[in-house]
């Protein structure tokens, strides 16, 4: 019988984190138990990423159970993380955790980020992944011009990541018009592999 991880009721990134470490225990096979579909598809991307095949079952009382089981032909998360920063240049992150710039007149500060937005799409250098926490899951959710310039710029091949439990918090998960719903653990593994980090 395959191991049963109970992650119900826990908050991003645990259930990844649990999930995680029975990877790092060896384990070729178990089944974790989650409540919300945020924690689906973080462990579904972390299977891809670990070599693992995830077949997900709804049961009873809103219960997912995700099997993990081991495959092949997936280039392990471990090796990404751990792989070497690349040169300075090479690769960069931007983290925004708040959806104006600066602490003065509102106003400004929204135009300041959409202005920075915009500027990021007209560069030749640009970011590997721009990151969207707290306050600022609001601008890839309501704000029409920064949605437009992100939209470009995933075009371009930069990631877009957003924190899923902000979303939850803020009620805007159903609102998201641009990106991927991400997770502190995929965040912060990110911002590792980047050679510098701006944030906003």
Known sequence: MSQIIDARGKACPTPVLMAKGAIAQGAEA?????????AVENLKRLAGNQGFAAA???????TFALDFTRGEGCVSCEEAVNSPLPPPGAD??????????????RELGTNLMRMFFYTLTQSDDKPG???FMN?????????????EH???????????????TCLNFYGLTEQLK???????????TRM???AKVISL
């Not at 178990?30 to 945020?38: C, G, P």
């Open 192 to 194: 590792q592999k980047a």
């Open 150 to 164: 992100l939209k470009a710029l995933a075009d371009a091949g930069v990631e877009i990541q957003v924190c899923g």
């Open 135 to 147: 306050a600022g899951v609001r601008l890839p959710t309501l704000d029409e011009q920064v949605a």
């Open 92 to 105: 960069w992150a931007v983290f925004v955790g708040r959806d104006i710039i600066g602490d003065g007149d």
């Open 129 to 131: 992944a721009v990151l």
């Open 178 to 188: 641009v990106g991927m719903v991400s997770n502190m653990y995929d965040i912060v």
């Open 56 to 62: 997900v079952r709804e049961e009873e009382g809103g």
């Open 30 to 38: 178990f089944t974790i138990l989650v409540d919300n579909t945020t």
